[in-house]
């Protein structure tokens, strides 16, 4: 059969197949919502690091940390800043959040300032989490994923959790998605605070 | 005549196509045609098809994960195996991508060459007039007292006029009107390839996501907000459109009464979005296939549900959880729905519930079932674990089932609870009170740059389709020799070349008349050959060759052919010389489209039907649609 015999026969019978196939998801309610809160990654490990020629600017978030207060990461600069968005609901950032206490107890000292963004949570759950796991740093709260956003254009925060890691000038030296452990983000910090 | 003639058509199926050699480049070659194959094509087409039906069979890792794990811990045999050959992910598996592919390069492969071939055939000069017209289906003839020359020159003018597009010889006019349909398959053909293009377009550019969203929320079109998010190959986060929607107020309508009692009529979301950070709110107000679109991005409303409202205390007496929870419908009548809470910073113990929700809860034989979808009487019943939810492991875990591996049952009744209710939970586990609920919508968010494209190529196609199908092309051919008595013998034959919409008998018949008066002529009666016989349909199914024989890519040889035919004697009878190529060529038409009603197309087409009816012009139709490059 030659390529050619049949071809708007054949053209109508996909259309008509594409539009059958389309019509399946059009009814609302009728399938469960695509929803399952798991955009963060896993196990996995994953980090950009940027040289100190080539990094991008990070754009100066504000906003209201869960404490009430008004705080914006500006007021960071000078120092080396650990911005960690997190949710309290979120597994990897449950299993996370002991190594992240113990480096901000561990690099404060040094001038290492650690910042937390609580995204898509509400504040008492937020409060609980930081209470379990004795968080000494401010989060600002952002239910509706405003600060984020803030980030698009540089490398924004993929997953939750993400941490960025943002120099004394305020630019963002390196970004890790997914769960930090103590000694990978040690290493990036050191590095850091050196060049 | 006719003893040679028939000879000398009947050597029938010369095939043209040799059988592929064995060489690498003889494979390739013949693997390629395979390929382009139209049976190929449609091959896989169907097994696109086939390929889809897992894809709303089974749950999706794409649009559902919840479920896909729900069917893990119910088919835990059967699971691991439907897994590894990605039916939790047909869209994305690689056998998917590879029909997918082939198909598009299937399609591609055979519409591209023909683009250039349909190209070829509209630029097509109109073939020489053969010679003898009365032969043609269509014929008339009259003598008038102009020279020749002169005849030929105001039949020319006077087609010229009527848009047919003009050829001239020694003693004879062609003319052929009716190029819009190759100009219509042409365009059809491009457009077809558009559409695929279209196609690859948004898959590599476009984004598709999903996201809940309850009453009160709002969220930023960034991917950490999106519970699903499926980018094409080269988009990055930082090419998501930065608008942010809220969700103010959500309603919907049920019917009350009557056969069609729960089903919903209206479904209405009070959005609050801005287009990008820093741009004024704007209000809208969203609808089932009404999406809302900011930056080309469109937001569509695919479903809803509810999310009651919960307060935890703890056994230390901290508030340690408030918040709405979406609840996930299980059924649509009523809208039963399920969810968990999980409350990970509870004291003494991790504290997880599995909850219904019942909209209008009714107690029926029993059992508390939810009469209505709308919340008329909402309530909900819990019950409640204690132990390590598993979600310091750091391991993913759904936000709509608990993992039991860690948990225990508490000992608490399960009672429906009203809003304002409260559970208090056993052994100083703390309490639980059900404050009310909001709803949900969910949302899918879709940016498809080949989506316009699409929708204009598929029009256009189709608008090309009809037009190759409505215009039919069709050939008047003039012959003016000097006749016996001073006077000049006109002779006019009409050729329709497809049996599109009939009709050109009647043009023919006033162009020959128009032909007529404009000259002053005296018409003709046609001689024999309105008489049907084997003989003549013969010579008539010729002149259909002779006068499609430019056609073919063998015209050259053809039109040589037929300058040696009018060199050669008039005695030789068979005045259509170049039949063989065509014949040849109507014969591989044939057996291409084995299928259809070519009753003509056997080895003796000639002898099928009447002059000029159905097997000659159709068998030209089929032809001029499956002339294949080889």
Not at chain 1, 140 to 157: K, Q, W
Request: hydrophobic share 45%.
């Amino acid at each position: 059969m030659s390529c050619s015999a049949r071809l708007p026969a054949v053209t109508a019978a996909a259309a008509a197949m594409l539009a059958l196939a389309g019509c399946g998801g059009g009814a609302i309610g009728a399938d469960t919502p695509a929803s399952s809160g798991q955009s963060f990654v896993g196990s996995a490990y994953n980090s950009t690091v940027f040289r100190a020629g080539g990094r991008p600017a990070a754009p100066d978030i504000s906003g209201t940390t869960l404490a009430g207060q008004h705080l914006s990461l500006s007021a960071y600069r000078g120092s080396v800043v650990i911005l960690n968005f997190w949710g309290s609901w979120c597994s990897p950032c449950r299993a996370e959040a002991p190594d992240l206490t113990a480096l901000a107890a561990n690099y404060s000292a040094r001038g290492v300032r650690f910042l937390g963004v609580d995204i898509r949570d509400d504040p008492v759950s937020a409060d609980a989490f930081v209470k379990s796991f004795r968080v000494p740093y401010p989060s600002l709260n952002d239910p509706s994923d405003e600060l984020a956003l803030a980030f698009r254009g540089t490398v924004p925060p993929a997953a939750i959790p993400s941490t960025l890691v943002i120099d004394r000038r305020g630019r963002i030296a390196a970004r890790i998605l997914g769960s930090v452990s103590y000694d990978s983000l040690r290493v990036l910090i050191t590095q850091v605070t050196r060049g | 005549m006719t003893s040679t003639k028939v000879t000398s058509t009947t050597p029938a199926a010369p095939p043209r196509q040799a059988a592929p050699r064995l060489g690498p480049g003889g494979w390739l070659r013949w693997a390629w045609r395979q390929l382009t194959s139209m049976r190929t094509a449609l091959v896989l087409l169907f097994l696109l098809a086939i390929a889809s039906v897992p894809g709303s069979v089974l749950p999706q890792e794409g649009i559902d994960p919840a479920a896909v794990s729900q069917y893990h811990t119910a088919h835990p045999s059967l699971a691991p195996i439907l897994n590894r050959l990605s039916l939790f992910s047909v869209f994305a598996a690689p056998w998917f991508a590879a029909i997918y592919l082939l198909l598009f390069l299937s399609l591609a492969g055979c519409v591209l060459p023909r683009t250039f071939r349909l190209v070829g055939q509209a630029r097509q000069q109109p073939p020489r007039a053969p010679r003898r017209l009365t032969r043609l289906p269509m014929s008339a003839s009259y003598q008038t007292a102009l020279p020749p020359e002169q005849a030929l020159a105001g039949a020319g003018s006077l087609l010229g006029g009527k848009r047919f597009r003009l050829r001239t010889g020694e003693g004879w006019v062609s003319a052929e009107k009716g190029y819009l349909r190759e100009v219509g398959n042409l365009i059809f053909h491009i457009a077809l390839l558009a559409l695929l293009a279209s196609v690859g377009i948004g898959g590599v550019f476009g984004y598709k996501a999903n996201r809940l969203l309850v009453a009160g929320q709002s969220f930023a079109d960034t991917p950490t907000a999106l519970d699903v998010f499926r980018p094409g190959r080269l988009v990055s986060p930082s090419d998501l459109a930065p608008f942010s929607v809220g969700l103010q107020h959500f309603s919907a309508s049920y019917v009350r009464s009557g056969p069609t009692v729960d089903e919903p009529i209206t479904f209405n979301a009070a959005l609050r979005y801005t287009a990008a950070p820093g741009q004024p709110a704007r209000s809208y107000d969203l609808q089932v296939n009404h999406p809302l679109v900011v930056d080309g991005v469109s937001v569509y409303l695919i479903g809803h549900g509810y999310a009651p409202e919960f307060t935890v205390t703890d056994g230390k007496g901290n508030v340690v959880f408030r918040g709405a929870v979406p609840f996930i419908p299980v059924e649509q009548s009523g809208l039963t729905s399920e969810g968990v809470i999980k409350v990970p910073d509870a004291t003494p113990t991790q504290l997880g519930f599995a909850g219904v929700f019942l909209p209008s809860a009714q107690a029926q034989g029993g059992r508390l079932v939810s009469v209505f979808p709308a919340a008329l009487r909402p309530e909900v019943s819990l019950i409640t674990y204690g132990g390590n939810l598993g979600l310091n492991s750091g391991a993913s875990q759904s936000v709509y089932s608990l993992d039991l591996s860690g948990m225990h049952q508490l000992p608490v009744a399960p009672r429906p609870l009203a809003i304002g209710q409260s559970m208090t939970l056993p052994n100083g586990a703390g309490k639980i009170t059900y404050t009310g609920y909001r709803q949900w919508i969910s949302l899918a968010i879709t940016y498809d740059p080949g989506q316009l494209p699409a929708l204009i190529s598929g029009v256009l196609a189709l608008a090309g389709l009809i037009l190759s199908f409505m215009v039919r092309r069709r050939r008047v051919f003039v012959r003016a020799a000097p006749g016996p008595d001073g006077s000049t013998l006109v002779e006019v034959g009409g050729l329709a070349r497809s049996d599109a919409a009939g009709g050109f008998e009647t043009e023919f018949a006033e162009l020959a008349r128009d032909l007529r008066t404009a000259q002053d002529g005296t018409a003709i009666a046609p001689p024999v050959s309105a008489e049907p016989g084997a003989a003549d349909a013969a010579d008539a199914a010729d002149a259909a060759d002779a006068a499609d024989a430019a056609d073919a890519e063998a015209a050259e040889a053809a039109e040589a052919e037929a300058a040696e035919a009018e060199s050669e004697s008039e005695s030789d009878g068979a005045d259509l010389a170049p039949a063989e190529p065509d014949r040849a060529e109507l014969d591989t038409a044939a057996s291409d489209s084995a299928e259809s009603d070519t009753a003509g197309l056997d080895p003796e087409p000639v002898s099928a039907g009447p002059v000029g009816a159905g097997p000659v012009s159709s068998d030209h139709d089929q032809s001029l649609g499956v002339r294949d490059g080889e």
